[in-house]
């Protein structure tokens, strides 16, 4: 790899792990009835979106490996779909970790499902405040995040607030 590429997947691992860490805590603590929260006829639960979620990571894998192809999996349960998530996390980062070269430009990886990937988390987080049962904010600055920790079991907060 070249010292550009290096640097590319660093920042894209890097991002990975923040993307990990900010749904950890978005998914943890979410009681039972949060799943099936809707805000609206037509809007998507929040058990569809962490189903997507899943699907843009299993995506964002095939791209990795050049192959671009959609395949939404129907929702199964919040336990399932949140280990689902997290395994599709990883395989996406040990793909960047690897020395082959990337089958889509790393751009486009982060425009397409790594950018979306975030906003989806966002819009959980939204609907936890909206149904009542908020996660706590936090300096993510300060958050110790680091490139390869994509698992459910993320580091401690280091400043929370209200």
């Known amino acids: 790899m070249s010292p550009a590429t290096d640097t590319h997947n660093a920042m894209l691992r890097h991002t990975v792990a923040t993307l990990a860490y900010r749904a950890g805590k978005a998914l943890r603590g979410a009681p039972p009835e949060f799943a099936s929260f809707r805000t609206a006829a037509g809007t998507r639960t929040p058990l569809e979106i962490l189903a997507h979620l899943g699907d843009l990571l299993d995506w964002a894998v095939g791209m990795a490996d050049g192959k671009h192809e959609w395949h939404p999996a129907p929702p199964a349960s919040w336990d399932q779909e949140t280990?689902?998530?997290?395994?599709?996390?990883?395989?996406?980062?040990?793909?960047?970790?690897?020395?082959?070269?990337?089958?889509?430009?790393?751009?486009?990886?982060?425009q397409g499902p790594i950018a979306d990937a975030?906003?989806?988390?966002?819009?959980?987080?939204?609907?936890?405040?909206?149904?009542?049962?908020?996660?706590?904010?936090?300096?993510?600055?300060?958050?110790?995040?680091?490139?390869?920790?994509?698992?459910?079991?993320?580091?401690?907060?280091?400043?929370?607030?209200?």
């Open 83 to 110: 280990a689902r998530f997290f395994a599709a996390l990883e395989a996406f980062d040990q793909r960047l970790a690897s020395p082959a070269p990337l089958g889509s430009p790393d751009g486009k990886l982060f």
């Open 118 to 162: 975030l906003t989806h988390v966002g819009q959980i987080n939204i609907l936890r405040r909206m149904a009542g049962c908020p996660v706590r904010g936090e300096n993510y600055f300060a958050a110790q995040i680091a490139a390869g920790r994509v698992g459910p079991d993320q580091a401690a907060t280091v400043v929370e607030f209200d």
